[in-house]
């Protein structure tokens, strides 16, 4: 264990091969310490595969893989909360009600609203090779959205799930599945020359394992409340930024389709999410979790953004290096 800690390349293989259960705990731990680490990444990688492996086959209960996966997801969602900062929420704030109020206050203050990377939507900074980027990146929770509202409809009672599954009737194009949003998503995607697996960020794979965690895992229907609700309040008023900034750029309405439907229906998501969950938040407790899963989930959004942000610069950087020495190359073939 104690060469393991000191040869960081050692731990990422750890994390990538998943062979020493004993080792993970410690690992886990110093990786979600510092989340700007290699094996930060190498273990959102890992879990983001976990993930998809679980869509797609199951969790296979009763193999060797659901057991290791167990464990897995356990040991880093206990460290994850162990890390979490505490939820500070007003003494006098008892009623849920008025919980939901100061809630939604919070969501439209946090910092994701005014990210960064939507100065370079508003200011046209973007080009079409930096945009295909971004939606490769987006396009990998966009993906699965509807799966997490799916997943988590089995935890909640009977009532509130009306709310989810009329989300899920909007998410499968209200009956036309050409316009289910996946698909709307796709001629943007195209147009901009399509998605690269070698494009997607860390952080990318991070808000799919947060929103796994808060809705497929959680221990309490709050979490996924909170993260979901959190998300389809702030998102439309991102989306507005980034549709503006493709009309400027002389895109058509039906390719920008899935920017305008959610523009229009996610606000009304997000506020139906916390109107059906109401009546199963009761107390302190309850508040505490709602409020934590909802920062947990905007940040995580956040996080998307910064690794957009950090592989554009990244990619200019390279660019004005080359640059700069194809001119050194001219110049001297110019003296010679
Ligand atoms: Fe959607």
Same mark, same amino acid.
């Given at each position: 264990m104690n060469q393991l800690t000191s040869k960081p390349q050692s731990k990422v293989d750890v994390i990538k091969s998943l062979g020493h259960i004993g080792d993970f705990d410690i690992i886990v731990r110093e990786a979600i310490s510092n989340k700007k680490s290699a094996l930060w990444g190498a273990l959102q990688e890992t879990l983001f595969h976990l993930n998809v492996k679980l869509m797609s086959e199951g969790f296979a209960l009763g193999t060797k893989r659901g057991e290791l996966e167990w464990k897995i997801r356990s040991i880093v969602e206990g460290v994850e909360n162990e890390l979490l900062s505490k939820a500070e929420i007003p003494v006098q704030i008892t009623d849920p009600a008025e919980f939901i109020t100061w809630l939604k206050t919070k969501i439209h203050e946090h910092p994701v609203n005014n990210h960064e990377l939507f100065k370079y939507f508003d200011n046209d900074d973007l080009s079409s090779e930096e945009i295909r980027y *971004? %939606?490769?990146n987006y396009r990998v929770n966009m993906q699965r959205f509807h799966l997490h509202v799916a997943a988590y409809s089995l935890f909640v009672p009977f009532q509130m799930r009306e709310e989810l599954y009329e989300n899920l009737y909007d998410e499968f194009g209200q009956g036309d599945f050409? @316009? #289910?949003? +996946?698909n709307l998503y796709e001629p943007l995607m195209d147009y901009f020359g399509g998605a690269r697996e070698e494009d997607w960020n860390p952080e990318t794979f991070h808000l799919l394992n947060t929103k796994m965690a808060l809705c497929w895992f959680a221990d309490g229907l709050q979490y996924g409340l909170g993260g979901m609700g959190a998300l389809e309040l702030s998102i +439309? #008023? &991102? @989306?507005?930024r980034m549709l503006a900034h493709f009309r400027r750029r002389g895109l058509t309405e039906p390719m920008l389709?899935? *920017?305008v439907v959610h523009c229009e229906c996610d606000e009304a998501h $997000? !506020? $139906?999410? *916390?109107?059906a969950g109401l009546p199963y938040i009761k107390t302190r407790e309850d508040f505490k979790k709602v409020y934590i899963a909802a920062m947990r989930m905007l940040a995580a959004r956040a996080g998307v953004y910064d690794g957009i942000v950090r592989g554009? %610069?990244?990619?200019r950087a390279e660019m004005k290096g080359r640059h700069a020495s194809v001119d050194r190359v !001219? @110049? &001297?073939e110019q003296v010679a």
């Open positions: *971004f %939606l490769s050409e @316009q #289910a949003h +996946p +439309p #008023a &991102q @989306q507005r389709k899935y *920017f $997000g !506020d $139906g999410w *916390f109107a554009i %610069l990244k990619r !001219d @110049q &001297q």
